[in-house]
């Protein structure tokens, strides 16, 4: 692919400072503190990426992936994607030719500066549409100790060929990620037992929601949240109860209905918080 051109590297290098600071080294030293000021949720980190840290690349869209245990690839959280145009792309198997999966399997940044044409080796994206003002997609794989446990993804407006030096700077982003996401999990099992009464309320009427089969669009619709939130919630109570997905947590559901004080659950008419579904 390349070295930037003079004008790229003359507007993005490294080198280029702040007060004597390098912009790398600047937004390094701004996301970690950001992190630790603040119990970002993982949508509210994308964000943050996307309008503060990784402006100077040009950066518009970012979003976040895990593996599962059951080898597939899940969305987790997102920035500046519009999720009803990937509906299909929520969780996809780990042996489908992508850059997320090259990116897990082969645990290497993945580059993609041809936007909105992808390249060849990634048939199964043809159909996928891109702005026509996005050039660059790079894919970071995140890692909990030597485990690749899941994936950063940034899209930018500019086309950015592989830089050494912008590798470094990305795979300190997802570290940073990486023992972020670590400690709220971390803290929240000390609070926690995975159990039912672990669950919020708001949680509880999502999982009713998940055992009447509808989707997390629907549940968003119905609940007056939005699909990103609905999306969080689903996945901390998969972590909660220690489930494998969503068919996990319908059978879950149906079989402690007592416990949540439920003696049946009729479609349309779940109730909206743990003390109506005691009664």
């Not at 970690?32 to 990426?49: G, R, T």
């Not at 969780?91 to 090259?102: A, H, R």
């Not at 055992?211 to 629907?218: C, D, F, Q, S, V």
């Not at 549940?219 to 939130?229: P, V, W």
Request: with cysteine; proline share 4%.
């Amino acid at each position: 692919m390349g070295n930037w051109s003079k004008p790229n590297l003359s507007r993005y290098s490294s080198s280029q400072s702040i007060g004597g600071i390098s912009v790398i080294n600047a937004g390094i030293a701004d996301f970690a503190a950001h992190l630790n000021n603040h119990d970002l949720s993982e949508d509210e980190i994308c964000e943050f990426l996307v309008t503060n840290i990784l402006t100077f690349l040009g950066v518009k869209t970012a979003w976040l992936s895990n593996l599962t245990s059951r080898e597939t690839v899940r969305a987790r959280a997102s920035f500046g994607v519009d999720q009803t145009l990937y509906s299909d792309w929520q969780e996809f198997p780990l042996d489908w030719k992508l850059p997320v999966t090259d990116a897990l399997v082969e645990k290497r940044i993945v580059w993609i500066n041809s936007l909105p044409e992808w390249p060849v080796e990634y048939p199964l994206l043809k159909d996928v549409k891109f702005s026509t003002e996005l050039r660059t997609q790079i894919v970071v794989p995140i890692f909990r100790l030597e485990n690749c446990v899941g994936c950063l993804g940034i899209v930018s407006e500019t086309s950015l060929s592989p830089d050494e030096e912008i590798d470094l700077f990305l795979q300190t982003i997802s570290h940073l990620i990486s023992l972020h996401i670590y400690r709220q999990s971390r803290d929240r099992k000390k609070l926690e037992s995975p159990n039912v009464t672990s669950l919020t309320d708001r949680q509880v009427q999502i999982l009713a929601h998940i055992a009447e089969k509808r989707t997390n669009l629907e549940i968003a619709d119905i609940m007056g949240y939005s699909e990103s939130t609905i999306r969080q919630e689903t996945i901390r109570i998969f972590e909660k109860l220690q489930l494998g997905g969503r068919n996990e947590a319908r059978k879950y559901f149906f079989e402690n209905k007592e416990r949540f004080g439920i003696s049946s659950v009729s479609k349309g008419e779940v109730p909206s918080s743990r003390e109506e579904f005691a009664h």
